[in-house]
C-alpha cells in the first residue's frame, strides 16, 4: 500500500509541483485518477488529504538523469533544469564545473528531445539576456519551443524568454478578455503577446533590445497572428510611455527591476484594469501595494510563481484599481 495526496483534478499541476520541490514525489508509481480527483504518489507524507491505496507501479524509464551520475555526485548535481526547445540549460555550482561533461551527457541520455546542453551564467544587463555557454552539441542557441498551443522561435543567448512561466502565461491568456488592450511593457521575445494578440486583443509590445523586436515579429508571424493585433516598438518603456494610452492590462514581466516602473505604468491603467506586476521577492518579505501606489489600487491576487533562490520567490501580484480580496496560492 502506498500514500498518495488526494487533489481535485484543477489543482493537480499545482500540487505535483508543490511535492516535486519538497522531492516528495514518488516517480516510481504514476498518479491515479479517481472521481474528480488525482492521487499523487509519496515518498512521505505531506500536508493534505492523504489516500493510503495500493500504487500503480511506474513501468517507463525514470526521466531523472542524476540517476545516471557516478553516487558521489547524484545529490549534489541540480535536479531542477529549463529547457528551450531541445537545449537543456542548466545551473552548476563551482564544484561540479570539473563534472560538466558527464552531467550533460547524462541530461542527452535521459531526454531524448535534448540534442544541447547549455551552462547557464546568469541573467545580465538591461536587456536581460542569459549568458550562456555550450557544453554538449552545437554551438548554436536557436531553437523551437512549443506551449499552450504556441511555437516560439528564438535565440535564447540573444532575447529573454523564460520556459518557467508557460502555466503563468496560460494563466493570463485565460483571464483577459478578446476584447481587452494590453500593454507588455518588458515583452522579450513577447510569449505573453503572441498568445493574447491570437486570442483577439490588441497588444501593444515594448523591449529595448533589437534582437527583441527581431524575434517577436518572427513569433507573431509563426502563430498566424493578424497585424491589426499588435504593435512592437523597439524603445525603453519609459521614452515611449507618454505617447501610450490607457490599457484594460499591462504585464510588468521585468522582476529584477520592476519596481522603479510601477507608479508611472500604473497612470496608464484604465479604471478596474489590471497590473500583472512580477517581482523577485525575499523570504518573509511583505510587498504592500498601497505603500508604492496608494489606496486607488489594490492586491486583488497574489502568487508563487516558482522559487528564485533558496532565499526567494519569484511572485506575481494583480493591482487592480477596483477593491477584491488577496488570495494566494502556490505553485
Same mark, same amino acid.
Given at each position: ?25 514518488? &516517480?516510481?508509481? *504514476?498518479?491515479?485518477?479517481? $472521481?474528480?480527483?488525482? /492521487?499523487? #504518489?509519496?515518498? +512521505?507524507?505531506?500536508? %493534505?488529504? =492523504? ?12 526521466? &531523472?538523469?542524476? *540517476?545516471?551520475?557516478?553516487? $558521489?555526485?547524484?545529490? /549534489?548535481? #541540480?535536479?531542477? +533544469?529549463?529547457?528551450? %526547445?531541445? =537545449? ?33 551564467? %546568469? ?209
Amino acid at each position: 500500500m502506498i500514500k498518495h495526496l488526494r487533489v481535485p483534478e484543477n489543482k493537480a499541476q499545482e500540487a505535483k509541483s508543490f511535492l516535486e520541490k519538497l522531492q516528495a514525489l514518488n &516517480d516510481s508509481f *504514476l498518479p491515479i485518477k479517481k $472521481e474528480g480527483h488525482i /492521487l499523487w #504518489p509519496l515518498n +512521505f507524507e505531506v500536508d %493534505g488529504e =492523504i489516500v493510503e491505496c495500493e500504487g500503480i507501479k511506474a513501468t517507463r524509464i525514470s526521466r &531523472d538523469y542524476r *540517476l545516471r551520475l557516478p553516487s $558521489e555526485i547524484q545529490n /549534489l548535481a #541540480p535536479r531542477a +533544469f529549463d529547457i528551450f %526547445g531541445d =537545449i537543456a540549460i542548466v545551473k552548476l555550482p563551482e564544484e561540479l564545473m570539473e563534472y560538466s561533461e558527464t552531467i550533460s551527457q547524462a541530461l542527452l541520455d535521459s531526454h531524448k528531445n535534448i540534442s544541447k546542453v547549455a551552462l547557464d551564467l %546568469g541573467v545580465k544587463g538591461d536587456y536581460r539576456i542569459r549568458r550562456l555557454e555550450m557544453l554538449k552539441g552545437k554551438s548554436d542557441f536557436v531553437s523551437s519551443h512549443r506551449e499552450n498551443g504556441f511555437e516560439f522561435t528564438l535565440d535564447i543567448s540573444k532575447v529573454y524568454f523564460s520556459p518557467r512561466l508557460a502555466m503563468e502565461r496560460k494563466r493570463i491568456y485565460d483571464i483577459t478578455k478578446s476584447e481587452e488592450t494590453v500593454l507588455d511593457a518588458f515583452a522579450g521575445a513577447s510569449p505573453f503577446s503572441v498568445g493574447l494578440a491570437a486570442k483577439g486583443c490588441k497588444v501593444t509590445a515594448v523591449d529595448s533590445n533589437p534582437a527583441a523586436e527581431q524575434w517577436s515579429h518572427n513569433n507573431f508571424k509563426l502563430n498566424n497572428v493578424s497585424k491589426l493585433n499588435y504593435n512592437f516598438f523597439c524603445s525603453k518603456i519609459e521614452d515611449i510611455l507618454p505617447d501610450l494610452p490607457l490599457f484594460d492590462k499591462i504585464i510588468m514581466n521585468n522582476p529584477t527591476n520592476s519596481l522603479p516602473y510601477l507608479q508611472e505604468l500604473s497612470k496608464k491603467l484604465k479604471s478596474g484594469g489590471l497590473i500583472h506586476f512580477y517581482k523577485i521577492v525575499e523570504k518573509d518579505e511583505f510587498f504592500n501595494v498601497e505603500e508604492h501606489l496608494g489606496p486607488d489600487f489594490t492586491c486583488a491576487f497574489e502568487r508563487q510563481v516558482h522559487p528564485y533562490s533558496p532565499q526567494s520567490s519569484l511572485m506575481v501580484f494583480d493591482i487592480s484599481k477596483s477593491d477584491s480580496n488577496v488570495q494566494k496560492t502556490n505553485q
